[in-house]
């Protein structure tokens, strides 16, 4: 089973249309919540850290939210610059371990 | 530029051949940590090191996959015997660890393998 799943897979929006795009995970016990956006062929950069439900994060015309299930990424109308591939991944503190575990991602395409 | 460096960025090998990545973390990360990613896929875990030691090992990680971090500076990352569906792309990626560690990782652009 899956610890993370992002939905939806695609996402094509008219430049200005907000939308939201959705993280669930099932870890146990959350140590961190990341969102980065991923350009093709190069690799993640990152975007913000969440660690308890209802803490929320900005920058420039996207919002990460998280609740104890899951945690949306807002995206408030949207430029063609905009699109990326959104990945989610979580930590948790089974174990001692720290290695982040990464969703498949929503590609976001952003139609001007 | 101070940022996490691979090399090389594209690698194509014939399948039975060895291939060898390399990650420059950035200078004051003391974690570092390999992962790879697939078409539609997000990035999945191969392994980590802190400083020079190999703290975990992915199920992914066969025995034909080799990684090392001497002096817990660069790593490299070797496949020997490659097959198809070693066709890739290896992510590294850096961390501090400590009181600054929030837990992001910077990763570098990726090596793309393609094993015909």
């Known amino acids: 089973e899956d610890q993370v799943t992002q939905s939806p897979e695609a996402l094509r929006l008219q430049e200005g249309e907000s939308s939201s795009l959705n993280c669930s995970y099932t870890v146990s016990g959350l140590r961190g919540l990341f969102w980065y956006r991923q350009d093709p062929g190069k690799g993640p950069e990152f975007l913000f850290t969440?660690?308890?439900a209802g803490e929320e994060k900005e920058k420039e015309r996207l919002k990460a939210t998280l609740t104890k299930k899951e945690s949306f990424l807002h995206i408030t109308a949207p430029k063609p610059e905009d699109s990326a591939t959104y990945l989610c991944?979580?930590?948790?503190?089974?174990?001692?371990?720290?290695?982040?575990?990464f969703g498949r991602g929503t590609s976001l395409i952003v139609h001007p | 530029d101070t940022g996490v460096s691979q090399d090389p960025r594209h690698k194509i090998t014939k399948r039975g051949q060895n291939v060898t990545f390399r990650c420059d973390p950035i200078s004051e990360h003391n974690r570092l940590y390999w992962y790879r990613q697939t078409l539609g896929q997000g990035p999945e875990f191969l392994t980590y090191?802190?400083?020079?030691?190999?703290?975990?090992k992915s199920r992914l990680l066969s025995d034909r996959f080799s990684a090392e971090r001497p002096k817990g500076s660069f790593s490299t990352l070797e496949i020997q015997r490659t097959e198809q569906g070693d066709s890739a792309m290896y992510l590294c990626?850096?961390?501090?660890?400590?009181?600054?560690?929030?837990?992001?990782?910077?990763f570098g652009e990726g090596s793309r393998l393609t094993v015909l």
């Open positions: 991944a979580v930590r948790e503190t089974s174990g001692g371990s720290y290695i982040p575990t």
């Open positions: 090191f802190q400083n020079e030691a190999q703290l975990e």
């Open positions: 969440l660690y308890s």
């Open positions: 990626a850096s961390s501090p660890w400590g009181s600054s560690n929030t837990g992001e990782l910077f």
